[in-house]
Structure formats: structure tokens, C-alpha cells
């Protein structure tokens, strides 16, 4: 066959503690996480594709549910295809581990050796090669020494793990250099929750699909697992988006209006079921936000709200016009500016951005 489909997918973190949210927030959160496996399992099924891979960190290590495991094994059963799993530092494989305990279905094989070994699957004229974590740090890369050219002539040569490329901390760091001659045609990442796009170093396909639903506000936007189609020398592939809510770090300049209206401005109808940040931003009056107040007025615009105050006093421009320093003669020399050319709003906000840039280090009049 030319090319297999492929289900790339990495990071889940079941079982999360959301500590961000109150407590029964956070508990639909862990439940919400849990569906994503019955909706990688109809993704699988809906895109009829040959291998699901799965490179690590399916489990949060703080705590495993009983449910959570359960729904596991149900979901990798229901998938219609091989599932290679590799556990990471989160959900290192070990004889105590979760993932000793469990009985898989017979579609899935659970790498569970540091070293990288390859499955056969003459049926896609594939082989996949993947190790596990056996403890939560790893100094050493899974790829060094590593080559795929023992694998027969004209099958499609995959790889599957957790690593840091270009790491320097204790993940398992990979070189670009060790991809490029590890001989794989796709190597299937996870540890790095963003993802990275379809990576290229010599004739090896990679990437990290990032986590599939976000945890907090350092995991924004739209969250999933990756689609492909590889075979030997080409691979493409696209984001399909499974989470069920998002997070968004958005803005609110209060500058000349009223900091509700600028909030709900932000809030747009889209964001009712994802998680927001509202950082009110520009220059207001003497009195403080009252962001409990705020909050009140825009209960029900998200499924969960915080609010900060980036803002500042408003002040008049041209107070410090007659100072004796730089700051005064960059006054001076805009106020001329404008008297002759009054109708020009964009001077006017020059002013102000040039006020803005001196307050962090003004010269003083010698």
C-alpha cells in the first residue's frame, strides 16, 4: 500500500486537577477529559485509519480514577485498528504503574522497554518502533544509535514516543540530528502540549500534536489530535480539533469607553462554552476596577471567568509640557506639530505612545 492513515495523538493528562477552577468545575473538567477517548475512538472509526499512535502522558500522575481506567480500556477497544502506546514521564511504565494492571484489548500493544523495539504489521507493510518511560526522568535519548534501516524495503517505518527535542532538562532529549538518521518516515512525539506543526530533518517526518483538550491559560485555543497519511519519503496530515472547551486569554481596552461594555465586546456569543481571562488594559479613571462587580454583569457570557486589572490612571498628556528634560521638549515639539495640523488624530496618539515610552527611562536635564 502507498500510504497508511494515521491517528496521532499525545498528552491527554487524564484524571488533571484543574486546581484553576472551584472544586465541582474541576470535577466536569476530569469527567469532560474522559470523553475524549470516546471521541478518538469515532474519529478513528470515521476516518477508517489503519494505526492510532499514542506517545505518552495519557495519565496526570497526581491520581488515576477508577472510571478513567475503565473508560480507557473501553475507548481502546472501540477503536477498529492497531493502538501503539507509549507511556511517558507522567504515566512511566513500571510493575505498580496503571498500565501494568490493566487488561488491554488485542488491538493495542503498550511499548514497555526504554530501549526503542519494533512491531512487524506485514498486513500495512508497516513497522512501528516505540519505548516507554520507565520512571519519570529520562537524561538519555531514545533515538541515539537508533536506525530503521534493518525494517524490509518499501514499508512505511514509523516511530513512537515521548521526548524533548532539543531538550536539555531530563525528558528524554532528542537532536534533530538523531531524527534526521533514525531512518523513520514518521516519528509520532508527545511531551510538548503546543503543537509543533509537520516537522522535517533529513527524510524523517515529526511533530508533537499538543494536548487535546487545554488545562489552563498557558494552553489556549483550539486543542486535538493529528491526521495523517504517511508512507515512505512523504507525509501530510491536519490539526482535528476533539476538545470540548477552550481557554482564551483575551483584552479589554477600557480607554474612552466602559470597561463592562469593553468586556462584553471580547466575550463574543463563542466563547459561552470555553474558559476565559479578561485582562482589562488602556488608561481609566481614579477609581479602581471593581472586578467583583464586573464579574456579576458578565456571568453566563463563558462557562468560567477570571478578570484582572492591567490598567492605568488616565492623565492629561500635556501636563509636563514646561519640565526642563526630554520629556519636555518631546511635548513641546509635538504640541507644534499639532498646531500645524490639527485634524491629525495620529499625532495625538503619538503623543500619548511617546509619553508611555518615556515614563520607563526619562533623560534628565543636565
Same mark, same amino acid.
Given at each position: 500500500? +502507498? ?15 484543574? +486546581? ?9 473538567? =476530569? ?7 470516546? =471521541?478518538?475512538?469515532?474519529?478513528? @472509526?470515521?476516518? !477508517? ?12 500522575? =497526581? ?13 481502546? #477497544? ?38 526503542? !523495539? ?26 541515539? /544509535? ?23 532538562? /531530563? ?10 538518521? +533514525? ?47 504517511? /508512507? ?12 470540548? @472547551? ?5 483584552? $479589554? ?41 464586573? $464579574? ?23 501636563? =509636563?509640557?514646561?519640565?526642563? /528634560? ?22 495625538? !496618539?503619538? $503623543?500619548?505612545?511617546?509619553? #508611555? ?10
Amino acid at each position: 500500500m +502507498s500510504t497508511l492513515k494515521l491517528i496521532h495523538g499525545a498528552d491527554l493528562h487524564l484524571d488533571s486537577p484543574f +486546581s484553576g477552577l472551584p472544586p465541582e468545575q474541576a470535577a466536569q473538567r =476530569r469527567r469532560e477529559q474522559r470523553e475524549l477517548l470516546s =471521541r478518538l475512538a469515532s474519529l478513528a @472509526r470515521e476516518r !477508517q485509519a489503519d494505526l492510532v499512535l499514542l506517545s505518552g502522558d495519557l495519565l496526570d500522575s =497526581r491520581q488515576t480514577y477508577r472510571e478513567t481506567a475503565q473508560a480507557l480500556v473501553e475507548a481502546l #477497544a472501540a477503536i477498529p485498528c492497531p493502538v501503539f502506546l507509549a507511556p511517558g514521564n507522567h504515566d512511566a511504565y513500571g510493575p505498580k504503574s496503571l498500565y501494568a494492571a490493566l487488561d488491554y484489548p488485542e488491538n493495542v500493544h503498550l511499548f514497555q522497554t526504554a530501549q526503542l !523495539q519494533g512491531v512487524e504489521l506485514p498486513g500495512l507493510q508497516c513497522v512501528v518502533y516505540g519505548c516507554a518511560f520507565r520512571a519519570s526522568h529520562r537524561e538519555d535519548s531514545p533515538l541515539a /544509535g537508533f536506525s530503521a534501516a534493518q525494517a524490509p524495503e518499501g514499508w512505511t517505518k514509523l516511530g513512537v514516543l515521548h521526548g524533548d527535542v532539543e531538550g536539555s532538562g /531530563g525528558y528524554a532529549p532528542i537532536s534533530r540530528q538523531e531524527i534526521a538518521e +533514525s531512518g523513520l518516515d514518521y516519528l509520532a512525539l508527545g511531551h510538548v502540549h503546543q503543537y509543533s506543526g509537520l516537522q522535517r530533518e533529513g527524510n524523517t517526518f515529526w511533530a508533537y500534536p499538543g494536548c487535546p483538550e487545554g488545562r489552563g491559560f498557558d494552553e489556549t485555543g483550539d486543542k486535538g489530535v493529528l491526521c495523517l497519511e504517511v /508512507g515512505p519519503g512523504e507525509c501530510r496530515g491536519e490539526l482535528v480539533p476533539l476538545c470540548r @472547551r477552550r481557554y482564551w486569554v483575551l483584552q $479589554a481596552d477600557v480607554t474612552g469607553q466602559d470597561p463592562l461594555e469593553a468586556a462584553q465586546a471580547v466575550l463574543t456569543p463563542e466563547r459561552r462554552e470555553d474558559i476565559c481571562r479578561v485582562i482589562f488594559t488602556g488608561e481609566r479613571g481614579e477609581a479602581p476596577l471593581d472586578l467583583d462587580a464586573l $464579574a456579576a454583569r458578565l456571568e453566563g457570557r463563558c462557562w468560567a471567568l477570571t478578570l484582572r486589572d492591567g490598567t492605568r490612571v488616565r492623565r492629561d498628556v500635556w501636563a =509636563r509640557m514646561g519640565e526642563d /528634560g526630554l520629556t519636555g521638549l518631546f511635548l513641546q515639539a509635538m504640541a507644534a506639530r499639532i498646531q500645524r495640523s490639527p485634524d491629525d488624530p495620529v499625532l495625538q !496618539q503619538a $503623543a500619548a505612545f511617546g509619553m #508611555a515610552a518615556l515614563e520607563h527611562g526619562e533623560d534628565v536635564a543636565p
